[in-house]
């Protein structure tokens, strides 16, 4: 059985400051992705890491994974107040059918 | 306007009924996902379905079924069997060509029991 685990759960930091949240997987996957949702609302896609080694940018945020060790991680530069949100990894368990299985969850306070 | 609709976007049960989510995408996808989030929690899977007339149990299905005799079509019915149905449920839709790989989800369904 496939388990993801995500930490922290719940992380509150203040604004201009740099943290990163760690995803781990419990079975081989070549396929990770990173959501985004808000409270209350559906799940936005931020990332889709498809290789060992796969590193993604996008604004202050920043997703990379090593297959080996079964190891994601979305690292935050200088975060901003809109950056709050909860933040899922999500693991693929049959490669190409897209069959996710989701970590809890953190969720990110980013404080004025 | 390309995307995935899901509806209502509240409902309200009394125990002892099945009522029907509804999720549509013009996106033409081939894939199409059911999920359920209870508050709190990350995302888990009930049923998907790769191709229209074919559909898979995911991890939690039991009280839960589906339908696919249309592309864009993917309805689930909470059963009365499902013992505790209360939460948030999201549908999925993904592309199984190309490059893109993510799925996409829609704006969920609020269920209640009373």
């Known amino acids: 059985e496939l388990k993801v685990e995500q930490n922290p759960l719940f992380l509150s930091m203040q604004e201009g400051k740099n943290y990163t949240i760690y995803c781990n997987y419990s079975?081989?996957?070549?396929?990770l992705y990173w959501y985004r949702q808000d409270p209350g609302k559906s799940l936005e896609s931020l990332f889709v890491?498809?290789?060992?080694?796969a590193v993604k940018q996008e604004g202050r945020l920043m997703a990379s994974l090593d297959t080996k060790a079964r190891l994601s991680t979305l690292h935050i530069t200088a975060a901003v107040h809109d950056l709050s949100a909860t933040y899922f990894c999500a693991v693929d368990l049959l490669a190409g059918r897209s069959r996710l299985t989701f970590g809890e969850g953190t969720q990110l306070t980013v404080n004025p | 306007d390309g995307g995935i609709t899901q509806s209502p976007k509240y409902l309200f049960r009394k125990e002892g009924q099945n009522v029907t989510l509804s999720c549509e995408q013009n996106l033409n996808h081939d894939a199409m996902y059911w999920y359920r989030q209870d508050p709190g929690q990350g995302l888990r899977l009930i049923y998907y379905s790769q191709i229209v007339n074919d559909f898979q149990k995911g991890d939690i299905a039991e009280g839960y079924s589906v339908s696919r005799e249309k592309k864009e079509s993917f309805p689930l019915t909470v059963t009365s069997a499902q013992k505790n149905p209360t939460a948030f449920y999201l549908c999925?839709?993904?592309?199984?060509?190309?490059?893109?790989?993510?799925?996409?989800f829609g704006p969920g369904t609020r269920l209640t029991v009373l």
């Open positions: 079975t081989t996957s070549d396929r």
């Open positions: 890491l498809l290789s060992n080694g």
């Open positions: 999925a839709s993904r592309s199984t060509t190309g490059t893109s790989d993510t799925q996409y």
